[in-house]
């Protein structure tokens, strides 16, 4: 399995996928910091508080990373099938459920971890930046810190789930727009915030859909032994 | 007589029609099986489930003793293929993707690449991504990934598509190199009679998905040799000669004035100088090769095109 991934990683390149992601921190990082230096610039806050702060750079983390584990999707899975790459790689003596499974656990590790680094890195590099600067009011608790992180961890499994519903749409006709515009439905629903209110609090909305992610992984899988590559 | 591949009843449907009926065909092991038919007479289909990317609606395949199921994935190990189009990694330089395909057929010879690009006869091909390649490069490509791994079993789809005159006869040489110092045994399929009919062992007739005939390439040239063919005024009177007079009988009247005579002992000024005596005018007279060609063409028309 380890080796399969290896493989996979010799195909598409290892380096692009991390540049990518790369790119994608920098780009909330200059997004959120120029928001707060702005308002600071007026006198005013961007940010209640922290807590809001971790919320809003959450939000915004997932979300991307929810539409990037689609392009790997795209990539990894339904490249493959379209261009029929997957005929030679359903030639070789390994089995055709392995090989789908490896390039998902990619998809998936990759989307788990992003999450989470990006959640830590770009809330530090607010946080430090806002005690030089005094960009947020209010005061960072020990247990707002545990709280959020604890919140940020559960949401991130519910994510890393949700990011492979585009798969299913994805490979009812082996396209690659149709794979990206679901996982931006997806973002839609669960990402979209409206003040307080967001389908993500009501906690029963992303982890429904992180289980039915699951699900059609797992569909995806199941029945790939038997299918005809024409 | 046992066989290296054989199909009993193979069958496959899709969307309720038959593409592939109720196939009976039998690989020995060593040698070259050319499987002859047009454009979408099923022989892809075939292949591909032999190579179990297609699953069969109904029947069987035994292939090295054993019977292929849709778990069967160690005797892949032992095949070579190419089917329908070479499929690469475009991205990826013909050295790179030789190199994955070892990996993933757990083939550890470092040289077995190089040997192989050089018995394709590819070259100056490093740091070229194969999205660059020509339609013949990538054919000799996908013949070099194919044979890397020392299969026993080499199942070849239209492998010459794409290729220079040159290119084919490099590559039927190779082929039949392969099966002779190698003892590979070869899977081709065309629709060019041509090559098939130079490089075959047996050969498999497949039209409308079904196999009409399976034959051994020796009996075909027997029953095939040369014949004269004369064009007279009147062909039963010259009938009538050649039978009272020559005794020939294995001779046959194709039209009011056409005759083909199958006797070989006979030659062409031996028989217009005993039809001339007779009074017979003649035509037109000429010593033909039955061609394959016509056999097949025999074959593949008698198969039902003409409903």
């Known amino acids: ?45 961007a940010f209640k508080d922290y807590n809001e702060l971790f919320i809003i750079i959450n939000t915004i983390v997932r979300g991307t990373f929810i539409v990037y584990a689609a392009t790997l999707i795209a990539k990894f899975v339904i490249e493959e099938f379209k261009n029929k790459t997957i005929t030679v790689l359903f030639m070789y003596p390994i089995s055709r459920k392995k090989i789908i499974m490896a390039k998902l656990t990619i998809i998936t590790i990759f989307t788990f971890i992003n999450i989470n680094l990006a959640n830590l890195f770009l809330s530090g590099i607010i946080v430090m930046l806002s005690n030089v600067y005094d960009l947020i009011p209010g005061t960072l608790t ?89 | ?134 339609l013949g490069m990538k054919q000799r490509l996908g013949i070099a990934r194919a044979i890397t791994t020392k299969p026993e079993l080499l199942i070849l789809d239209e492998p010459i598509n794409g290729l220079d005159p040159i290119g084919i006869r490099e590559l039927r040489d190779l082929f039949q190199m392969l099966c002779k110092d190698y003892g590979i045994t070869i899977l081709i399929s065309s629709h060019i009679l041509g090559e098939i009919e130079q490089m075959a062992d047996t050969i498999g007739v497949i039209n ?47 039209d009011a004035n056409k005759i083909r005579i199958y006797d070989a002992s006979m030659t062409q000024a031996e028989i217009s100088k005993m039809l001339v005596i007779h009074d017979i005018a003649i035509e037109a007279i000429s010593k033909k090769q039955s061609s394959l060609e016509e056999y097949f063409l025999k074959l593949i028309n008698g198969g039902g095109i003409h409903a």
């Open chain 1, 1 to 45: 399995m380890l080796n399969l991934m290896r493989l996979e990683f010799q195909k598409h390149k290892l380096a692009t996928l991390i540049k990518g992601s790369v790119i994608a921190y920098l780009v909330i990082l200059a997004f959120i910091t120029l928001i707060t230096i702005e308002a600071k610039s007026r006198g005013e806050f």
């Open chain 1, 142 to 230: 020990a247990l707002s810190i545990f709280d959020n992180s604890i919140k940020i961890l559960m949401h991130s499994f519910a994510a890393t789930g949700m990011s492979l519903i585009p798969l299913f749409f994805g490979m009812r006709k082996f396209s690659v727009p149709t794979t990206i515009i679901s996982s931006l439905i997806i973002v839609l629903i669960v990402c979209s915030n409206n003040g307080d209110a967001s389908l993500n609090n009501i906690i029963f909305i992303p982890i429904t859909l992180g289980i039915i992610g699951v699900y059609i992984a797992y569909l995806a899988i199941r029945k790939i032994d038997k299918v005809d590559l024409i």
């Open chain 2, 1 to 134: 007589m046992t066989y290296l591949l054989k199909t009993t009843d193979l069958t496959k449907v899709f969307n309720g029609i038959e593409v592939v009926s109720r196939v009976n065909m039998h690989i020995r092991k060593g040698e070259i099986y050319g499987f002859l038919g047009p454009n979408g007479a099923g022989k892809t289909t075939i292949m591909k489930m032999i190579t179990n990317l297609v699953k069969p609606t109904s029947g069987e395949i035994e292939i090295f003793d054993s019977g292929l199921t849709s778990e069967s994935y160690e005797v892949l190990k032992r095949m070579g293929t190419i089917i329908e189009y070479p499929i690469f990694y475009e991205k990826l330089t013909a050295r790179e993707n030789l190199q994955i395909h070892c990996e993933y057929m757990g083939y550890y010879n470092k040289q077995a690449i190089d040997q192989a690009l050089n018995l394709v006869n590819l070259k100056n091909i490093d740091n070229k991504p194969v999205k660059e390649f020509s």
């Open chain 2, 208 to 254: 409308n998905g079904k196999l009409i005939e399976e034959v051994a390439m020796d009996q075909v040239r027997d029953n095939n040799t040369e014949y004269i063919e004369v064009v007279v005024d009147n062909g039963s009177k010259a009938a009538f000669i050649l039978q009272d007079k020559l005794q020939i009988s294995n001779f046959k009247l194709i």
